[in-house]
């Protein structure tokens, strides 16, 4: 249950600096949006996957949609409203570095109200994948109906109840996400800067397992109070690192739904995501079940 957008994706020699007007090289519209996105990756990995999501009666929506069917996506959740479709302006450097704005759009419609209009196939789950790109009354709905497993990537992070957050297993950020939940749920402490020890922290305040995801670092799993672990990344050449982050939750929840464990399932999606940013866009670039996978070598180290 998430997000639907058209990537307006630019591409740029560099970044500007703020004032700052820069000449692009290309403009391409793209399908995006994190819960599009991640619906995608989990689908081109095998798994049955059901959109519930929103987009407006204009022309954007059929950019916006365009490959989820394509890739085995059952559509038939998402609801046309009367708000413009979702909007997110990319812009990617020569090293594959980006920047994103998002306007939501229709995704604001993407609320309890769609929620329960969809309430028996977001109960009926095994696993029910939400994102921070739609607003908080939805998740919280979501998150209080579903019976199976909630992977709740809290990207971008808005404000939800620690009762929401608590139903995550895993709870997905980055490590300045991670930074912004602990800030959100105890405002008056001091937030730590060390990877792990944001880990340990969201352990503390009940979260029952966590991952942080490291860019081409790979990712740290923690599930209750077992030993964080490192997942290493393959190393690769990045093209656009735009949507690698949902090529990771979209396969992680593929691997959990066919009953991985968590660390199998973040060792595959590291896999994934390092595929993605291989390619240019986001669900363009994400792999089928027969592409060949990047991989990591016995000991750890990229190959």
């Known amino acids: 249950m998430g997000s639907l957008n058209v990537d307006q994706v630019v591409t740029v020699e560099r970044h500007p600096s703020p004032g700052e007007t820069v000449v692009a090289t290309s403009m391409t519209l793209l399908p995006g949006g994190k819960g599009a996105n991640q619906a995608v990756a989990a689908a081109r990995r095998g798994a049955a996957t059901t959109m519930v999501g929103s987009v407006g009666r204009d022309g954007s929506a059929e950019v916006a949609t365009s490959l989820l069917a394509d890739s085995g996506v059952d559509v038939t959740h998402v609801r046309a409203v009367d708000l413009p479709t979702g909007l997110a302006t990319v812009t990617v450097d020569r090293s594959g570095e980006n920047t994103i704005v998002v306007v939501p759009g229709a995704n604001g419609a993407t609320g309890r109200e769609a929620l329960l209009a969809s309430a028996t196939v977001v109960a009926s789950a095994a696993v029910v994948v939400l994102q921070g790109e739609i607003p908080a009354d939805g998740i919280a709905a979501a998150a209080g109906l579903a019976t199976g497993r909630v992977l709740l990537n809290l990207a971008p992070v808005v404000p939800v109840d620690l009762a929401v957050v608590l139903t995550a297993d895993p709870l997905v950020v980055n490590e300045h996400e991670a930074a912004l939940v602990l800030a959100q749920l105890d405002p008056g402490a001091v937030v730590p800067t060390d990877e792990p020890a944001l880990v340990d ?17 790979g990712a740290l799993v923690a599930e209750g109070s077992a030993e964080i672990v490192a997942v290493p990344s393959p190393r690769v050449t990045a093209v656009d690192s735009s949507g690698a982050g949902d ?57």
Not at 208 to 213: D, F, I, P
Not at 278 to 294: E, F, H, I, N
Request: hydrophobic content about 50%; proline content about 5%; overall charge positive.
């Open 247 to 303: 090529a990771f939750v979209g396969a992680l929840a593929a691997g959990l739904a066919a009953g991985d464990g968590l660390l199998d399932a973040a060792r595959q999606a590291v896999r994934v995501g390092a595929f993605a940013v291989q390619g240019a866009g986001t669900q363009p670039s994400y792999p089928r079940l027969d592409d060949v996978l990047p991989s990591v070598d016995a000991a750890g180290s990229p190959s």
């Open 201 to 217: 922290a969201l352990r503390a305040f009940g979260v029952r397992s966590v991952v942080v995801t490291l860019g081409a670092r």
